[in-house]
């Protein structure tokens, strides 16, 4: 088998695994997407003086938590307020909100809006906008009592849920030279296996060739998207969440 014959499969089965990412890349598709961050402020533990109290705004409370929430649309086809079937609610579970929830918005053009209730069990934040282009979407702080656990309520159209994205960092952790290194080894090596494949099989490219080779495209593929995100810092929120929780601190 010819030099000139690997390099063309090589070459053919390199640009099927990129045209595959690309296309899968430009199917449209709403995907809302939501994070959140819960941080103690103050707290009555129990070997506290019981003579000890906590006010806000001369309310009296045993804790206070910090909760900083984001909400967007991480898809390429816009949500429109008419695609909201369930309308998107934030549910504090356990917990009272103390204060109106700081607002702030990408863009004033998406008319997002909160409108908030709470109570001594159940608390919750319901979300309102326009409509939300590729990462727009809006940060909030909600300060509350009672540590209970936070959840994403709603149902847009053509999505089946709203994307829990973990907790709320700006930046997602950049990868080391020395992870970029061997991720880029990987790529090599994967791409190294496949006319070794083709090699050992001789001339007889049947069914097992090809399921392997497709493979080990799809493997090639993944690894060069990773490390391509990973030397362009790609986040894991829009880059004016910065500036979001900055604001509303």
């Not at 088998?1 to 063309?8: K, N, Q, V």
Request: aromatic share 10%; charged share 25%; glycine share 6%.
């Amino acid at each position: 088998m010819s030099s000139d014959f690997l390099a063309a499969i090589v070459l053919a089965v390199v640009g099927w695994a990129i045209t595959c990412w690309l296309a899968i890349r430009s199917v449209k598709r709403r995907k809302p997407a939501w994070a959140y961050r819960t941080v103690p402020i103050v707290g009555i533990r129990s070997n506290t003086p019981p003579e000890f109290r906590l006010l806000f705004n001369e309310k009296p409370v045993n804790d206070a938590y910090r909760t900083v929430a984001i909400f967007f649309n991480a898809g390429n086809q816009p949500i429109e307020a008419s695609d909201v079937r369930k309308r998107v609610t934030l549910v504090f579970d356990n917990a009272e909100i103390l204060r109106e929830p700081k607002l702030y918005a990408n863009d004033t053009i998406t008319e997002f809006s909160t409108e908030w209730s709470s109570s001594g069990e159940h608390s919750e934040v319901k979300l309102g906008f326009k409509c939300l282009d590729y990462n727009d979407g809006a940060v909030l702080e909600v300060l509350h009592n009672g540590k209970g656990k936070v959840t994403c309520e709603g149902r847009i159209k053509e999505t089946k849920r709203i994307a829990f994205r973990g907790d709320f960092t700006v930046l997602e952790a950049v990868k080391t030279w020395r992870q970029l290194t061997a991720g880029f080894l990987r790529t090599l090596l994967v791409l190294g296996a496949i006319p070794s494949v083709i090699i050992m099989s001789g001339n007889q490219w049947d069914v097992a060739v090809s399921i392997t080779v497709a493979l080990l495209a799809t493997v090639l593929a993944v690894e060069l998207r990773e490390n391509i995100e990973a030397l362009t810092r790609k986040r894991r929120f829009p880059a004016w969440s910065v500036a979001a929780e900055k604001s509303i601190s």
